[in-house]
Every structure is written in structure tokens, then in C-alpha cells.
């Protein structure tokens, strides 16, 4: 049974179509991730589904139930946000009961509630404090505590972490991660960090421009990107761009304007057709000598290089085409000096131009 | 040491000279209040006494004291600032959270029209009212000072209100609806909580405003009308003594807000707005 359902949904603002019309299937028991860039859509989805925000058009159904117009009380949703949005002048404690008590829980069960729900997110005995009194972390703790104390059949979460800092939001990642599958509740996360959406997601929504444009797994989205632009936001790539010569058995034969040729697999391809060769830094490999038997091995030369650390990051030129690459610490890279650079062709990534 | 020293007498100059700056002008009130007689040049009265209390709250009635008893007028004052305070808050709280929070057309405009009192000179406005207030039997009336009162409180209550509902982060008020509270029970038990220092702060402002407002009374009241304001005008300038007991008579529910303000405030309220 599809948990929650959205049916041609749009929002437009004035001139600007925030949502244009998205349909999208969030099954029972999984976390999705609203990915994209700021302005994608996201938030306004999220809030549709909220109820924060009534959709010019389209409808949302959560399980069996058309909710495109009730208010958000009338939902059965938890919502955190990005600002936390504890309520300043209530504890801990009552920042929990509150929509406990507006279900005329009895008083021992609130309380009892209250307590497995603090100890779920490792805030036991901080009933009594007041959000002030509390770090970032722990605040956003809280605001998780008060969604789920409610048992609410969706939960939707608003770019949570970003308001932390990154080691803390790392940490948080996998411990939202943990509780989802512990609970076994479907959610719905936003988030602009595609890190975040790697680790997090059992599949991913990529948005732009207020549509959907790639749906799939963590791994999907990663090695099969539908188009250029995800290949860009999601993972790191460089973009080559080239037109497909000949067709052969098993391969085909690229080429650019400027004359560099890679042998790809064929799948599908044309000859004549103009193709976006999408290249993971992973993907580059450094030989230390030219190489007679294998295919794609260029000359490139040395742009930048910075020290990140445990990696370089270096930025290469082949032909008129930068390359971004990371290669282990430990080696001096200089501008201006060549690499012999290997590119598996079952590796590359063609994406539509 | 020299230094702790330096700062221990800068820091009771600052003292002396706020505790001047408060209680200077306060104390000349109450100095001034029980003089019976000062001629220039002592600096202290020759002669000081209660006559001018007493005949004030109408102990005694002596034809040489030049005071009369301010009870009736107290009384006018605090009915017409209680009812025009409570008049304008509740149109104030309705209006400032709409205005703070939904896309109200021509928003700018009704600000402006709420200050358009304010922006020009008082005299015209009242004398050009009060025509139509005395076709209306309201001129000379009780309620006729309520409505001047509120037209010219409105602004203090409508601008401080939108701001204080303007502070609350928009969140606060989603979070409640996300656990199940109607938008009834947001505004009851999220956003006036959360607004109340702001509201008692417009509620403060009103309240001293109407129990100070002279010139719409004095154009509309008179002369059956007489406010305490009123006294303190027509007594000010040739009867220091008298001027100075109301003026002091007008400090008290000020200080009585004060106290208030400190007890109602509590640090978790102050929360919601300075974050």
C-alpha cells in the first residue's frame, strides 16, 4: 500500500512554478529524499504534504485518504524543521505532551511516552529544561522526539541537520537513519546535501526546476544519473561532450570537436548522435607509463592541485576539457606537468547532452 | 588597585548621575508638591505643608488653598483610559495578527491610514471631528473622549501588536498545527504567550497615552468632560503646587505598570523574542 501519493501536484507563485506537476509514490515503511538545489521545489512539496501549503493543482493522498486540503491538525503527520521550532516557553517535557494532550491522552501515559521517546533520542532526564537550555543537537533531538512521540503515519523533516555543525551533522545522519528503520516509519527528508541523501535514503527523488527528474535508489542515482544535471549535483563529474563516430559490435567511438576519441560501450547509441561523457574523479586512473593495451589513454596535463588531506584534488586538462580527478596524498603535483591518464570505457557515464 | 578604584567611583558617578536623571525632575515634582510658599531666590521653600494634597483628594475645603478635589476627574480618567485601552487592544491583537502574518492587499496603506492621525497636526483633525461628534451627541460626552482617545491610541496599539506577532517565527505556529492544535488553539497557547511581552508593552503605551491625551479631550470633552490632564492645563503655570500633585497623582499607574511588567515577565516569554 502506497504510503504517501502525489498526483500531479503544482504551486505556482506569481510567475514562478515552484511545483510543476510532480507525481511521486513514497512506499510504506521507506525514507525518501527530496534532493536538489535551493529553489528546486523541495520545501514547497514537503509543505504541500504538510498542509503548511494548499497545491494550485493536483492531489496528495496519504494511504487510502485524498488530505490535498485539510489542514495540517487534521493529517497525522510529524514535521521537524530546520530551526528546530521548539516552542521557547514550554520544557522539554511539554513541548512533547502538548499534542499528546490535545489527543486527551491519559496524564500516566503521556508521561510514559514522553519518557521512551526521550530515551530513543538519548535525552533521558531532560524533561524539565527549557530549549534554551540545550545545544543545537540536542534541540533538533527534541523537535525529532515531539514528531515521533505523536506515532504519526508520516514523518516529514525539513532539511534538519543543516542548521548544525558538520561533525555533529554526520553523526546525526546515521542516527536518523537508525531510528527510521527501528520504528519503521515512512518519511520524507529534504535536503540540499547530497551526501546526507546518499547515506540516508532508501531511494531519492532528484528535483529542479520544480520537477521530478530522477527517481532511484542511492546507488541509481550515483552510477546511472538520468542527465547531465544530475551527474553534476549528485557525486562530483567532468563534462566532455562528443559525438558518436562509429558504431561497432561491442563499442562505440566518440569524438570531440577537438579530436579526442573514446571507445565506449554502445548501448543504444547512434552513429551522428551528440552524447555527454559524464567522468567520475574516481574513475580517472594514473598510469605511470603509456599503455599499448588498453583503450582511452591519454596525455593530460597538471592545472591545479590542492591538498585536501587525505586526498588531492587535481584538476587536469585533456584537450580543450577539464578533468577533475583525486589522487592519493603523498604525491608533489606541479602546473604544467603530464599525466598518462586511463579512462575504463565501461566506467563512463553518457548522459543526454 | 588603582584601577579597581577608578572603576568603583566611575561606576557610582554613572549611579549618582542616572539616580539624578530619574529622581531629579521627580523629586522637584514632589518638592514643589508641598510647598506652601517658595519666592525666588531660596532654594528651598519657606514654608512647606500637606494643604495642597489635602484639598487635592478632598480632606479639606479652604478658599485660600487654589486646588480642588481630583477625584471626579481621577475617576473620569481611569474610566475613559480602562475602556479605551481595553476598546483598542481588542482591535488591536485581531488587526496586528493579520497583519503579521497574512498577505493583507493594500497593507502599507491601512499602516499609514492608522497613522495618518499622527502625521498631521492634532488641532485640525479635532476641531474639523468635532462638528460631527456633536450631531452625533457624542461631543461633551464620556463616550465621545473614549472614541477620540482611541483614535488617537489605535497607532500604539496597531504598530506594536503586528510587530510583537511579527517576531514569533512562523515555525512555532506550524509545529503546533503539525501535533493536531487548530489554528484557535496555536494563537491561545503558542502565539500569545509568546507575544505577551510585546502586547503588555502596546497595552502600557495605550493606557498612558489616553490617561495623558489633552488636546482631543479639551476639544471634545470640554466642558462637561474634565480629565485629570485637564486639571493639571488649566492649573499649570500660576499654581505650581496644584500642577505638581496631579503630575505626580499621573506617575502612579506608570510605576504600577512598571511593577507589573517585572512580575509578568518571565524569562522564558522573553524567549520567543529576543533569540
Known amino acids: ?353 | 588597585m588603582g584601577t579597581k578604584w577608578q572603576r568603583v567611583l566611575l561606576e557610582g558617578l554613572l549611579l549618582c548621575l542616572v539616580f539624578f536623571l530619574v529622581f531629579g525632575p521627580i523629586s522637584s515634582l514632589v518638592i514643589w508638591s508641598i510647598a506652601i510658599r517658595w519666592y525666588w531666590p531660596h532654594v528651598l521653600p519657606q514654608e512647606i505643608g500637606l494643604a495642597y494634597w489635602k484639598q487635592a483628594l478632598g480632606l479639606q475645603r479652604d478658599w485660600a488653598i487654589a486646588a480642588v478635589s481630583i477625584w471626579d476627574a481621577f475617576g473620569t480618567s481611569i474610566l475613559v483610559a480602562v475602556t479605551s485601552t481595553a476598546l483598542v487592544m481588542v482591535m488591536a491583537i485581531p488587526a496586528g495578527y493579520a497583519l503579521a502574518r497574512f498577505r493583507v492587499p493594500l497593507k502599507a496603506l491601512i499602516l499609514l491610514l492608522f497613522l495618518m492621525p499622527k502625521a498631521f497636526p492634532q488641532q485640525p483633525i479635532f476641531v474639523n471631528l468635532l462638528p460631527a461628534f456633536t450631531r452625533w451627541g457624542l461631543a461633551g460626552t464620556v463616550p465621545g473622549v473614549i472614541l477620540i482617545h482611541i483614535l488617537v491610541c489605535l497607532i500604539f496599539g496597531v504598530w506594536i501588536t503586528t510587530s510583537a506577532f511579527k517576531a514569533i517565527p512562523q515555525e512555532l505556529e506550524e509545529a503546533a498545527r503539525s501535533v493536531g492544535a487548530t489554528r484557535w488553539c496555536t494563537f491561545w497557547k503558542v502565539l500569545l504567550p509568546l507575544a505577551a511581552p510585546g502586547l503588555l508593552v502596546s497595552t502600557v503605551f495605550v493606557f498612558i497615552t489616553s490617561l495623558t491625551e489633552f488636546t482631543g479631550t479639551f476639544f471634545i470633552g470640554l466642558p462637561f468632560v474634565t480629565t485629570l490632564p485637564m486639571l493639571l492645563y488649566s492649573s499649570s503655570g500660576y499654581n505650581m503646587q496644584f500642577a505638581s500633585v496631579i503630575a505626580i497623582v499621573l506617575l502612579i499607574p506608570s510605576l504600577l505598570f512598571m511593577v507589573l511588567i517585572q512580575k509578568v515577565l518571565r524569562p522564558e516569554y522573553m524567549g520567543g523574542i529576543i533569540r
Not at chain 1, 163 to 182: G, P
Open chain 1, 1 to 353: 500500500m502506497p504510503e504517501v501519493k502525489l498526483d500531479g501536484v503544482t504551486k505556482r507563485y506569481g510567475k514562478v512554478t515552484a511545483v510543476d506537476h510532480l507525481n511521486l509514490t513514497v512506499r510504506d515503511g521507506e525514507i525518501l529524499t527530496l534532493l536538489g538545489p535551493s529553489g528546486c521545489g523541495k520545501t514547497t512539496t514537503l509543505r504541500c504534504i504538510a498542509g503548511f501549503i494548499i497545491p494550485d493543482e493536483g492531489r496528495i493522498f496519504l494511504g487510502k485518504e485524498e488530505v490535498t486540503r485539510l489542514p495540517p491538525e487534521k493529517r497525522d503527520i510529524g514535521f521537524v524543521f530546520q530551526n528546530y521550532a521548539l516552542w521557547p516557553h514550554m520544557t522539554v517535557f511539554q513541548n512533547l505532551a502538548f499534542g499528546l494532550q490535545l489527543r486527551h491522552t491519559p496524564r500516566e501515559e503521556i508521561r510514559q511516552r514522553v519518557r521512551e521517546v526521550l530515551s530513543l533520542v538519548r535525552l533521558s532526564g531532560m524533561e524539565d529544561r527549557y530549549p534554551r537550555q540545550l545545544s543545537g543537537g540536542q534541540q533538533q533531538r527534541v523537535a525529532l522526539a515531539r514528531a515521533l512521540v505523536l506515532r504519526p503515519r508520516v514523518l516529514l523533516l525539513d532539511e534538519p541537520l543543516s542548521n548544525l555543525d558538520a561533525k555533529l551533522r554526520e553523526e546525526m545522519r546515521f542516527e536518523i537513519r537508525e531510528l527510521q528503520r527501528q520504528l519503521g516509519i515512512t518519511a520524507i527528508y529534504v535536503t540540499h546535501d547530497q551526501a546526507e541523501a546518499l547515506v540516508l535514503s532508501d531511494r531519492i527523488a532528484v528535483l529542479n526546476e520544480g520537477r521530478l527528474v530522477q527517481l532511484g535508489s542511492p546507488e541509481e542515482i550515483y552510477q546511472r544519473p538520468a542527465n547531465k544535471f544530475v551527474a553534476g549535483f549528485i557525486g562530483l563529474s567532468s563534462f566532455i561532450k562528443a559525438r558518436v563516430v562509429t558504431v561497432g559490435a561491442d563499442a562505440a567511438i566518440l569524438e570531440t570537436e577537438d579530436g579526442v576519441r573514446f571507445k565506449a560501450p554502445k548501448n543504444g547509441l547512434a552513429k551522428g548522435q551528440e552524447v555527454v561523457l559524464a567522468i567520475r574523479p574516481e574513475h580517472v586512473e594514473i598510469l605511470s607509463a603509456p599503455s599499448e593495451v588498453l583503450d582511452n589513454v591519454f596525455q593530460a596535463e597538471v592545472m591545479r592541485a590542492a591538498y585536501l588531506g587525505n586526498s588531492i584534488d587535481c584538476r587536469l586538462r585533456l584537450g580543450k576539457w577539464e578533468l577533475r580527478t583525486q589522487l592519493p596524498p603523498g604525491r608533489v603535483l606541479s602546473p604544467g606537468e603530464k599525466l598518462w591518464i586511463h579512462l575504463p570505457s565501461e566506467k563512463l557515464i553518457l548522459v543526454k547532452a
